[in-house]
């Protein structure tokens, strides 16, 4: 009868026994880890034993059983626990001491290498090599002239540093045989005193005993003088004792100085063999990693690109000209990269050095300051910065702006306000839907309103909203994309170049220091009040088929010149190509913005030629998710990363009509209140029809008249558009309705004199 195969009540884990006849060594040894044969056999520990015949399947109880061990475990199981752990401790502490003391070496390597580098003039000597084989004779010359003199100065530094360290032995030996010889005398004259009263007892034995006066004194002196000597020998004795004692706890501080200051230029220099870098690699801080010197060398040394490895690989020393420090909500360093390797070339790799950094590439700036060649300034913001709510407008609740010193628009990357100019300021803001160029612009505008003297017109060549919460403080609103539109924009274009002609002819009148408008002037002339235009949308009145060439031409006038006459122009479009935007608006507008653009060449369209090379691009940035940031140019000194202020306007939050509100009654308190659109010049047809016949004329056509009314009024919308068919029917329901005669169509001069007394009578006013 077989055995059951499950165990009886209380029995332990049923192990089944190989027959004899195939057993290998193997299986023996498997089934050995798991059971001792001595309690199949036996059963010394009285545990009961089901079928112990070879081929059976037995039971066994728990206490018969092994503590239980993982094959090759060199520990019981019970031990098993903390081995790992203290495994787990040892293994990063080995790391540590291994990577400091390669450290240490690597410093050690890095002063020698300085040091050489110093004595035989390294860097001089590439420099002669360069320019030798560039054929630059003249440079050579200099520079053979320049080591010459450096050598000499080093020289005359070495004599100097001997002439002071021989007069410094001569001082200090002088000084110390001083000290001695004071310190002896004071000795023995402090031995002298106090054996004055021994010398006195033995005067007295001497007198009572009839002994030699001289030889007692004798006697007595030379015994204070010996007492004397005893103690100054003590007090040398134990100086010299505690000279000893100390010796070596100074030496052994001096050797950990050195041994620390070591390990600190091998760690800024990340100094370590290739085998040892993956012990080197910087590890994180509470879930982030600080970008500091090593950290920042460990991403350029994985950053895959072959010349700066080869560079590393023969000792290149890195210098930094800005240790990396924290500034902001980032960190911020400069470092001189080695010879043949281009700050683009680590521009290139930006998503490689952010990964690097445990950084997203939007977090990482690698660029190249316009005035230092070859410099990698590197700026690293916090981790998710960047994707945190942006800090509220400072005017959003209180305050009042100038147009003459800009107003607050963003914040940069590091947390600091960005001031947008709009005197003597252009701006060409530019990105793909969702990116959040609006965000710029109404910030723009509404610190723009919140200056009572300003006035705004907006056209947007497309149907939306954004611009319709400001309306009431906007003296102009044009949205569509239909031809009138276009037109009415084309209008507007004419009329600011109109306007900045004679906006500079009262500059110019005004002369002096007046060369540009003020605040004064524009307080004091009201033609003179600043202005913003926005042409939102623009590409579509670029690329129009009829009025594109001349737009062109008009905006560009509009840039170039406007700077000093207080007109601020605003150009924004989704499209940043050549055909949808003029080269020449690009290279003249002082504020240039790039939101997240698809490719290189429209990120340089915007921000400039060469900008994406240089690191300034607005390419990594992710429409929908990096929504109101931007690479801006023109802000200040050197582009950067911006985050415009988000004013919020929806159906549950609004908080752009608050700040409306606030500037219209600015407006009213400085006592402008011409709100709306644009002042129109009131004309009189039949007047000016009047005014252009001649004394002696009877009739005259109608296109002629056209003609002498835009002569007239050349400024005068409606004349630009009007045509003999158009002046007709205006006049058809009039006492000068024109008539036909020899197949032309005349107006008569009586006729229209009639029609003036008619309306003086129906409308005396």
């Avoid at 450096?150 to 100097?160: E, G, I, P, Q």
């Avoid at 004194?217 to 100054?232: F, K, P, R």
């Avoid at 990120?603 to 240089?614: A, E, F, Q, V, Y």
């Amino acid at each position: 009868m077989m055995p059951s195969s499950q165990p009886e009540e209380g029995l332990g884990e049923v192990i089944r026994f190989p027959r004899r006849d195939d057993q290998t060594d193997d299986t023996v040894r498997a089934v050995a880890e798991r059971i001792d044969p001595d309690d199949v056999d036996t059963n010394p520990t009285g545990g009961e034993v089901e079928g112990g015949a070879p081929g059976a399947e037995i039971a066994v109880r728990p206490d018969t059983l092994p503590a239980k061990r993982e094959r090759g475990a060199l520990v019981p199981a019970a031990l098993a626990g903390p081995a790992k752990t203290m495994t787990k401790a040892i293994r990063p502490a080995g790391r540590k001491a291994l990577t400091s003391g390669l450290y240490t070496l690597g410093g050690m390597h890095v002063v020698t290498s300085r040091a050489a580098a110093r004595l035989m003039h390294h860097d001089i000597t590439v420099a002669i090599r360069q320019a030798r084989a560039a054929g630059d004779y003249g440079t050579v010359a200099e520079l053979e002239q320049q080591k010459r003199a450096s050598a000499d100065a080093r020289w005359n530094r070495v004599k100097m540093m001997f002439e002071i360290t021989g007069k410094a032995a001569k001082a200090t030996g002088c000084t110390l045989g001083v000290l001695t010889g004071l310190f002896l005398v004071a000795t023995i004259g402090a031995a002298t005193y106090a054996g004055a009263a021994e010398i006195g007892e033995l005067f007295s034995q001497a007198n009572a005993g009839g002994a030699n006066w001289e030889n007692t004194w004798t006697n007595g002196y030379w015994a204070a003088v010996t007492s004397g000597a005893t103690g100054v020998a003590e007090v040398a004795t134990g100086l010299w004792s505690w000279f000893w004692t100390l010796l070596p706890w100074a030496a052994g501080a001096g050797l950990l100085g050195g041994a620390y200051a070591l390990h600190k230029t091998g760690r800024e220099a990340q100094a370590l063999p290739g085998w040892a870098s993956k012990f080197q690699a910087p590890e994180p801080v509470d879930g982030e990693m600080v970008p500091d010197e090593g950290a920042i060398l460990s991403a350029l040394r994985n950053l895959g690109y072959a010349p700066l490895n080869k560079a590393i690989k023969e000792g290149w020393t890195p210098r930094w000209l800005v240790t990396p420090h924290r500034v902001g909500k980032g960190w911020h360093a400069q470092l001189l990269l080695p010879q043949q390797v281009p700050v683009t070339e680590i521009a290139a790799r930006k998503d490689v050095l952010a990964h690097n950094l445990m950084r997203k590439p939007i977090e990482v700036w690698p660029t190249e300051p316009r005035d230092q060649a070859s410099v990698l300034d590197l700026w690293v913001a916090d981790p998710g910065v960047l994707t945190k709510p942006v800090d509220p407008w400072p005017l959003l609740e209180e305050g009042t702006a100038d147009y003459f010193k800009g107003v607050p628009v963003a914040y940069d990357a590091r947390g600091d306000l960005v001031t947008g100019r709009l005197m003597a300021a252009n701006y060409l803001i530019a990105g793909i839907m969702g990116s959040g160029k609006s965000s710029l612009v109404i910030a723009l505008l509404l610190g723009a309103m919140l200056d009572p003297l300003v006035d705004i017109d907006v056209y947007v060549m497309a149907y939306n909203v954004d611009y319709d919460a400001m309306r009431p403080r906007l003296r102009t609103l044009v949205k569509g994309d239909e031809d009138e539109h276009v037109e009415a924009a084309m209008e507007a274009l004419r009329e600011l170049v109109a306007e900045v002609s004679e906006r500079g002819r009262i500059l110019e009148e005004l002369g002096g220091e007046e060369s540009k408008n003020t605040r004064a002037i524009a307080e004091r002339d009201p033609r003179m009040r600043p202005r913003v235009a926005v042409f939102d949308e623009v590409h579509e009145l670029f690329t129009h088929k009829e009025y594109g060439p001349e737009a062109c031409e008009l905006a560009l006038k509009v840039t170039k010149k406007a700077r000093k006459t207080g007109i601020t122009c605003l150009w924004v479009t989704p499209d940043a190509d050549a055909k949808s935007l003029p080269r020449g608006i690009s290279k003249t507008a002082s504020n240039r913005v790039a939101f997240a653009i698809n490719d290189h060449q429209g990120n340089d369209s915007i921000l400039g030629t060469g900008m994406h090379k240089r690191g300034y691009s607005a390419t990594t940035l992710v429409a929908g998710e990096d929504v109101g940031t931007a690479m801006a140019a023109g802000f200040g000194k050197t582009p950067g990363l911006i985050r415009a202020c988000y004013i919020r306007k929806d159906k549950n939050v609004d908080e752009i009509t608050p700040v409306v509100e606030r500037a219209m009654a600015l407006r009213e308190t400085a006592g402008i209140t011409s709100i709306g659109q644009a002042p129109v010049e009131q004309r009189d047809l039949l007047d000016d029809l009047g005014e252009v016949f001649g004394p002696e004329e009877d009739r005259v056509k109608d296109t002629d008249l056209v003609a002498r009314l835009r002569q007239l009024a050349p400024s005068w919308q409606p004349y630009k558009k009007l045509t003999g068919k158009t002046l007709r029917d205006q006049l058809a329901d009039t006492p000068a309705a024109a008539k036909r005669r020899d197949g032309y169509w005349f107006v008569w001069s009586q006729d229209v004199h009639a029609a003036r007394a008619e309306q003086a009578v129906s409308d005396p006013d």
